[in-house]
């Protein structure tokens, strides 16, 4: 048994099982060991962006790490902007990235790179495999780190000869030794009295969740201290992984704009966050605060973000402190919107969205401008979980909504996609094809970086003239997404009214294996 056998075999041992991978020579050992390891599920991205999101949208939906294979520093490069969403996310993830071999690095040959400076800042742990009898070992522990809590991406370098050298059906290091999830800790009980005495003071307050705290325990939890308090009740702006539809508390997210967040916070006197950070405006903006809690506002951190603190334990404990009726919380009521007719705009593209939703759904979303109406359209429609973009690196919503497919087969995966952020991993939908996975893919074309073209009145850059304009432009060519899918083996259909676009998507989402439907939405129309 080799190095790569040895990594691939510890892998599954530690329960990875699926591999999202772009090799190049480095990795070829790795790459040939899968066929001596067939409980190792390997699936080709055309882009490491590809390849990194897909283990993002594992991770988010199956609980438990996937593993990457990348190629080098450079291939780690083209992979980072999805990793650092990942990262974001708390996403657990065994990132494997090939280097040359050690004695071949002092040649200093044209890939050669420094990969720890690039795998760091993405990165809760790294490690560079020293020796064939650390495989194992290595390998466990980058799982282990993984797992967390929180989530993490780990990353581990795999010298080629490392790789290829024989170790013996048992590594002569440590055995590999399974690691089992590590339990969150339960928050201490002054720390719950503590929020439970500023929610009993009658001043207003806010209770804000994120990461796990906005999955069903912790929503169910919060949603019967919000109604027993008359706390209000909100999320981050872009949850790693929300629950939501009929019969789930309905919770408000975040505004994208600090002037949104303001509104929701204001007069608060109060702010519990469970499994969040205090909110914070995405960028500067000239003459406005960054720090987006009110003035006089105190911050109670219940359970901490990016820790091991136990979220939705802690909301469970502070209803049980407050007195909150078991049965307490407040539901989304079943509701869908009418069918839509007549022009195609976004908000009517999110109606025929909330229309026809299938019940279990998983919504990759990434609509950025064209999303804005989605979150009202779809909040009666049945139970589904809703990815959002993370760490803002656009380029991530289709390789997530490949992956999410990977992790739940049965489910309908839904990724919706804006034109710009689309162009950036298009590849996904080559591997949606090979794999024959059920992601319907909804592009909305507008023809334009609508997002920059906002960013730049508020930046105060000036009034933009036909030059900056043109850089914010998608048009001259105009992209056709619906032959650009068809090209890499995904049927497509092109609607331009919303009568077109409904019914489209209604074929689309009942079809099997994968398929695009593009939205051209009318020019300045919402």
Request: some cysteine; proline content about 7%; charged content about 20%.
């Amino acid at each position: 048994m080799n190095g790569g056998q040895r990594l691939i075999r510890t892998l599954v041992e530690c329960g990875v099982d699926v591999c999202f991978a772009n090799p190049g020579t480095s990795e070829m050992h790795f790459v040939a060991a899968l066929d001596d390891v067939p409980e190792m599920r390997a699936v080709l991205g055309l882009f490491e962006g590809v390849v990194t999101g897909a283990a993002d949208g594992y991770g988010r939906m199956a609980g438990q790490p996937a593993a990457t294979l990348l190629h080098l520093g450079p291939g780690l490069g083209n992979g980072i902007a999805n990793l650092h969403n990942a990262r974001r996310a708390r996403t657990p993830m065994v990132n494997i990235v090939g280097d040359h071999a050690r004695e071949h690095l002092r040649y200093d040959p044209p890939l050669t790179s420094d990969i720890e400076s690039l795998a760091r800042p993405v990165s809760g742990w790294y490690r560079s495999t020293s020796a064939p009898e650390a495989v194992a070992a290595d390998t466990s522990d980058a799982v282990a780190a993984a797992w967390g809590p929180p989530g993490a991406v780990a990353t581990l370098v795999l010298p080629a000869d490392v790789s290829w050298t024989e170790v013996g059906e048992e590594p002569t290091g440590r055995p590999p030794v399974t690691p089992a999830p590590v339990r969150s800790h339960a928050v201490g009980g002054d720390v719950v009295a503590e929020a439970g005495k500023a929610l009993r003071s009658g001043e207003p307050a806010v209770i804000l969740l994120g990461g796990r705290a906005t999955r069903r325990r912790g929503l169910l939890a919060a949603s019967r201290v919000a109604a027993t308090t008359g706390a209000k009740l909100l999320c981050e702006t872009f949850p790693a992984s929300l629950e939501r539809g009929a019969g789930l508390p309905a919770v408000e997210r975040l505004g994208y704009l600090a002037e949104f967040t303001e509104a929701q916070l204001a007069g608060a006197r109060h702010l519990v966050l469970a499994d969040a950070a205090a909110p914070v405006s995405f960028f500067a903006y000239p003459g406005r605060p960054g720090y987006l809690v009110p003035e006089g506002c105190e911050v109670h951190v219940l359970a901490g973000a990016g820790t091991a603190d136990d979220g939705p334990r802690a909301l469970e404990d502070l209803a049980e402190l407050l007195g909150a009726p078991p049965d307490g919380a407040v539901l989304q009521a079943a509701g869908r919107p009418a069918r839509p007719t007549g022009v195609l705009t976004a908000e009517a593209a999110a109606a025929a969205i909330g229309a026809l939703l299938p019940e279990g759904a998983v919504v990759s979303d990434e609509a950025n401008t064209s999303g804005i109406f989605l979150p009202g359209a779809t909040a009666g429609a049945p139970v589904h979980d809703w990815l959002c973009l993370t760490g803002g690196a656009i380029g991530q919503g289709m390789p997530v909504a490949t992956g999410a497919a990977v992790a739940c087969p049965g489910r309908r995966v839904l990724s919706l996609e804006a034109d710009g952020s689309a162009m950036y991993t298009l590849q996904a939908l080559w591997t949606q094809a090979r794999e024959s996975l059920d992601v319907t893919t909804v592009i909305f074309n507008n023809g334009s970086y609508a997002i920059l073209e906002m960013e730049l009145g508020r930046v105060g850059a000036g009034e933009p003239g036909p030059r900056a304009r043109s850089m914010l432009d998608l048009s001259r060519p105009d992209l056709d997404f619906a032959a650009l899918a068809r090209g890499m083996g995904v049927p497509a259909t092109r609607a331009t009214t919303a009568d077109e676009f409904t019914a489209q998507l209604e074929r689309a989402l009942q079809e099997e294996g994968p398929g695009v439907v593009e939205a051209v939405l009318a020019r300045g129309g919402r």
